[in-house]
Structure formats: structure tokens, C-alpha cells
């Protein structure tokens, strides 16, 4: 049974930093691409950033630059490191493992809530 677990989510003031981390079970973690994807109220699911099998990562440009995706395949764990936050990433944060595109799972989601 694939399980993905978020965690990390929560509130903070602008400008403030998160971490949020999401332990995987029941796949060989080291293969997968991981992703951090969000979706904001009233919004459609957007993609955050990815890094692949490799090593090799990209990042949407609405958050270039503050944010950070790392891997330890040592721990089955990816991370997403939020810097600067604005009121705009405000939205349920979902983890991501895709092998391909027809093998595809998802978290349950974290909500991050970026607000004074």
C-alpha cells in the first residue's frame, strides 16, 4: 500500500519560513520523481516544484527563488523549504511521486496559511 505523509503545514506571518516534509512508504522512493503541487482557495491545482530520480529540479516562478525541493532517499523523504512567504501561497499543500506518466500518487495534503 503506497502511503505519502505530509507534514510541516501550519500558519505563519509574512515573510516567515516552512518546512515541509513527505515520508514515503510502499514504492522504491529512490526512482520516483517527487513534487510539491498546491492549490489555493478557489484555485485549480498548480504545480510548486519537482525533482526527478536524478537529482534535477525545477521550480514554478512564482516561487523561484524562495522556495527549495530536496530529496533523501535514505529516508524515503521530500521536502519543500518555504522562504519570504506571502499571503499568496496561502493553499493545501499536496506531495507528489509520479513514475512515468502512468503511475501517479498523492498525499493527503498540508495546509500552509500565510497571514498576519
Known amino acids: 500500500q503506497v502511503q505519502l505523509v505530509e507534514s510541516g503545514g501550519g500558519l505563519v506571518q509574512p515573510g516567515g519560513s516552512l518546512r515541509l516534509s513527505c515520508a514515503a512508504s510502499?514504492?522504491?522512493?529512490?526512482?520516483?520523481?517527487m513534487g510539491w503541487y498546491r492549490q489555493g482557495p478557489g484555485k485549480q491545482r498548480e504545480l510548486v516544484a519537482i525533482i526527478t530520480a536524478g537529482g534535477s529540479t525545477n521550480t514554478a516562478d512564482s516561487v523561484n527563488g524562495r522556495f527549495t525541493i530536496s530529496r533523501d532517499n535514505a529516508k524515503d523523504t521530500v521536502y519543500l523549504q518555504m522562504n519570504s512567504l506571502k499571503p499568496e501561497d496561502t493553499a493545501v499543500y499536496y506531495c507528489?511521486?509520479?513514475?512515468?506518466?502512468?503511475?501517479?500518487?498523492w498525499g493527503q495534503g498540508t495546509q500552509v496559511t500565510v497571514s498576519s
Open positions: 510502499g514504492i522504491i522512493f529512490r526512482i520516483y520523481t
Open positions: 507528489n511521486a509520479a513514475l512515468g506518466i502512468a503511475t501517479t500518487y
